[in-house]
């Protein structure tokens, strides 16, 4: 990102939202539920001097994702049956669509002041799907 020349940046007025969306079973487009990490690789990333500032954001989804802790203790918790005697059944659906999903694109939005400044996606089609707000939404 490179502020314009002869722009003066409060760098607390500046808001950076990057999406990641997937696509579910090849035709449902959903916002991810893969690793995303932000990380700045310029120093004192303020804007103040013509140099641009480089924030990098990483998507990770690894090809064999491992359940959470949480969901196998749910999926054994639910395969357990009082009722009869030996081993638990296990369940041979899906807990989740995360083996469905494959990466298709992001979107980049940027707010100065809560206005919107810039936009970037790709693939394009994912602006139509999801219109950027032409304000920033509050945490």
Do not use: C
């Not at 990380?39 to 954001?57: F, N, Q, R, S, Y």
């Not at 980049?108 to 919107?116: E, M, T």
């Amino acid at each position: 990102m490179k502020k314009r020349a002869n722009t003066v940046i409060d760098h607390t007025k500046v808001k950076i939202q990057v999406f990641f969306y997937d696509t579910v079973d090849d035709r449902d487009i959903k916002l991810t539920d893969a690793e995303v990490n932000y990380e700045w690789l310029t120093p004192d990333h303020d804007w103040a001097g013509p140099k641009p500032e480089v924030l990098a954001v990483t998507y990770i989804r690894p090809k064999n994702k491992a359940k959470s802790q949480d969901a196998a203790l749910s999926e054994a918790a639910a395969a357990v049956n009082p009722n009869k005697k030996g081993r638990p059944l296990k369940s041979s659906a899906p807990t989740d669509d995360s083996g469905r999903r494959k990466y298709l694109g992001y979107i980049v939005r940027i707010y100065y002041n809560d206005k919107l400044q810039a936009v970037r996606s790709d693939p394009t089609k994912l602006l139509n799907l999801f219109p950027p707000p032409s304000t920033a939404a509050s945490p």
